[in-house]
């Protein structure tokens, strides 16, 4: 059902999307968004290395680290952790308690002991019987925790049962399956230069691998390259010496120090040269391996032939006997004229069913007057077919079953402000059929680390998602958001995860998958686009935007390819883009080898909606 807002053209067509817009869009305060003066062909920007990605590990039998260990009443104990990998960020315990005389409650904290986690304590155990529950923790850079019981002596086991992992980005080397000719066959002057564009490359490129070609010098010219403008150290080391009207090439890397061009220089002859990129290096994580193809299907057996049968021999006919003549018939009587019938009244049609509109924060997220049930701490899922519902979830929650379901609640993140990359949903062990709807997810405690949702598997559906960095990031396959609103993300001028330079926040972030689908949602309100396809952790395919309202960012949707090749299958149909983009226009910007199907998209105002190359 297509979306009223792109409706195929009418007279009205520029007003309604222009009013929708005015209802829509809320305006930044001048303050909360830096001036933006260089215009796109003159920006460099400084090098930023990815942050560190985190990755959740289950383990196949559970590490015990403490084992039926008595804890007097209100005594301690300390937990050993030096068996987990040195880069473990959080852990996932399973706490059980035993042989209390009365009822006694255990808390766990990273390093010592704190009031904050004897204020939220893991469980109550029950008199004798034991008592068993599941808790995450932060670790905070400790590698011990600290088991407390309140009100009697009890025997406690601690066993980890899952962590995870924060992994820093590496060089990475890639090699282009196929030349990209950055520079095609320009004239340069005698002592003169060329400006070559590298927007087509991945941000975070360290290097680039490139073959330089020149030709037709009337004599032989030095040709040099530099990163950014040239200097005097670049036209010293010149890349060739080109021969007389005949072609010269060499290949050459070169640092890229932040830069997003080249200038190429030519000494001492007019000489046309062409540049090619054939790989680069930069900071990243290595890819994740391609599936296995599928086996070729077994060939379809041959058919037997049918015999062809013998033909039956035509009979001779036999003559026609001579008709009988007819008699003259008697005239028929006059037939009586048939009244004319009076007229069925034609129905009145049935009115067509509504378009669907677009969602707002009234019909979106956590339903007005929901009683909702407080929970203080991490949620982790094991269990199939889990269903929360009602909630208000002062913690994150990982999801560790198929099946699950979260509706009509809030989730929060913890009361204090993280300081580690911190996802308020997980879902990231392949399983399968998450559902997230009528849900709110927003921070209670504001942080450059906080991200809403990631992983993979998953419905947002009448989700409200706010006042966090990253919304949804996908790592994997069959994802699909719909009727839901991303917006008000936060941002920061000076965020630790890019090296003190501003956030990169964006709606949606797609790193790796195919079988996404954003349908009749609204994204907007971010610095740094609006849909951020990397492909960092894979080849992303079968992606459809449709009947829905971005806007903002440099550009609102920004494609990169990274090393993984074209993106195979993407469609933008039916939306209305906004104009808060930084780069004036920039509604959808991809490499010139990935081809995007663009149908029927419009910016609020009514300028034509073309695709920027990158």
Known sequence: MRNPLTARPTAGRAVLAASVALALVTPFAASSIPAFAATASSVSTAFTAPAPRLDAVRLDTPLTVLDSVAVASNGTARVDLSALPDNVVAADLVVEGRWAWKATKISVAAGDMTA????????TTPVQDLGSAQKSISLDGKDYL????????????????????????????????????????????????TRVDLSALPDNVLSARLQVEGRWAWKATKISVSAGD???????????????????????????????????HSSDASVRVTVKVLGYTFMGFPAESAPAPAPAPAPAPEPTPTPTPTPTPTPTPTPAPTPTPTPTPTPAPAPTPTPTPTPTPTPTPAPAPAEPQLPTEQTTGVPAGTKLTVHKGNLTIWEPNTVLDGMDIHGIVKVRADNVTIKNSIIR????????????????EGNKNLVIKDTTIASQAPSPYDSAVLGYNFTLERVNIHTVVDQVTIIGDN????????????????????????????????QAGKNIKIVNSVLKDTYNAAIQITQARGKVGNLTVEDSYLDNGGCTVNIAQMNNGPLENVVFRDNVFGNGQRIDGCGIIRPVTTNVVSDNNVFVDGRPFVLKRG
């Open 479 to 510: 994802v699909t958001i719909k009727d839901s609103m991303l917006h008000g993300n936060k941002w920061y001028a000076n965020d630790p995860n890019h090296n003190g330079g501003p956030s990169h926040d964006d709606n949606v972030q797609i």
């Open 230 to 264: 040239m200097t005097a150290a670049a036209k010293a080391s010149p890349v060739l010496t080109t021969p007389v009207q005949n072609l010269g090439s060499a290949q050459t890397e070169i640092a890229l120090d932040g830069k997003d061009y080249l200038t190429v």
């Open 116 to 123: 904050a986690a004897k204020a939220a304590p893991v469980l």
């Open 413 to 428: 993140g913890a009361a204090t402000p993280a300081k580690a990359i911190t996802h308020f949903v997980w879902n990231t």
């Open 146 to 193: 600290t088991v407390h019981s309140s009100d009697a002596s009890v025997r406690v086991t601690v066993k980890v049962v899952g962590y995870s992992v924060e992994t820093q980005p590496t060089e990475q080397t890639t090699t282009l399956a196929e030349p990209l000719t950055v520079l095609g066959d320009v004239s340069v002057a005698s002592n003169g230069t």
